[in-house]
Antibody, heavy 123, light 106 residues
Framework: EVQLVESGGGLVKPGGSLRLSCVVS????????MNWVRQAPGKGLEWVSC????????YYADSVKGRFTISRDNARNSLFLQMTSLSAEDTAVYYC????????????????WGQGTLVTVSS | SYDLTQPLSVSVALGQTASISCGGN??????VHWYQQKPGQAPVLVIY???TRPSEIPERFSDSNSGNTATLTISRAQAGDEADYYC?????????FGGGTKLTVL
């Protein structure tokens, strides 16, 4: 059974940093690109970042470029999102999502999602 | 940047057919994926790479994509179909979601 479990969310002050983690199981982690997708309270989905299965290629939304860093540890079946210079606009539930196939092979959908971890940026 | 436009809300009578549009420049040339999200839950993939459905999604869900509009169609709408629906594409290695459509089943 495919499982994605996020952790690391919480309350952080504006300008602060936070590191999110997503531990996966049930599939060959290194064969799939992985993503972070966020959803502000009462708002729609916003794609944040993607990393290829091997970890060599990383893509970011303009809204987080230069502030967020996506990474992965294939040996530990783990995906990460390092977030810095946080502002209130970054307040959201952050989902870890798997691509149906690696991003380097085309334009895949997000076929499995975690339950999300809430990040609140407030003083 | 590439934008996707969805209606904020769509209503459908129980047992009838609902259509949710997703507008984008020449979207017919792209692979469009559709997600369903119920309150308090993570999104679920319902249609990808026209016209493919994950095995657990009923045949009542279908899609079309041509020109500047992609459409998700839900036939014989049920109360359990009431949810937010999002279209999604990739544009220059950037993920793009539509703003979402709230489907109400009357």
């Amino acid at each position: 059974e495919v499982q994605l479990v996020e952790s690391g969310g919480g309350l952080v002050k504006p300008g602060g940093s936070l590191r999110l983690s997503c531990v996966v199981s049930g599939f060959d982690f290194s064969a799939y690109s992985m993503n972070w997708v966020r959803q502000a309270p009462g708002k729609g989905l916003e794609w944040v970042s993607c990393i290829s299965g091997g970890g060599s290629f990383r893509y970011y939304a303009d809204s987080v470029k230069g502030r967020f860093t996506i990474s992965r540890d294939n040996a530990r079946n783990s995906l990460f999102l390092q977030m810095t210079s946080l502002s209130a606009e970054d307040t959201a539930v952050y989902y870890c999502a798997r691509n149906y196939y690696d991003i380097l092979s085309g334009y895949p959908p997000f076929d499995y999602w975690g339950q999300g971890t809430l990040v609140t940026v407030s003083s | 940047s590439y934008d996707l436009t969805q209606p904020l809300s769509v209503s459908v009578a129980l047992g009838q057919t609902a259509s949710i549009s997703c507008g984008g420049n020449n979207i017919g040339s792209k692979n469009v994926h559709w997600y369903q999200q119920k309150p308090g839950q993570a999104p679920v993939l319902v249609i990808y790479r026209h016209p493919t459905r994950p095995s657990e999604i009923p045949e009542r869900f279908s899609d079309s994509n041509s020109g500047n509009t992609a459409t998700l169609t839900i036939s014989r709408a049920q109360a359990g179909d009431e949810a937010d629906y999002y279209c999604q594409v990739w544009d220059s290695s950037t993920g793009v979601f539509g703003g979402g459509t709230k489907l109400t089943v009357l």
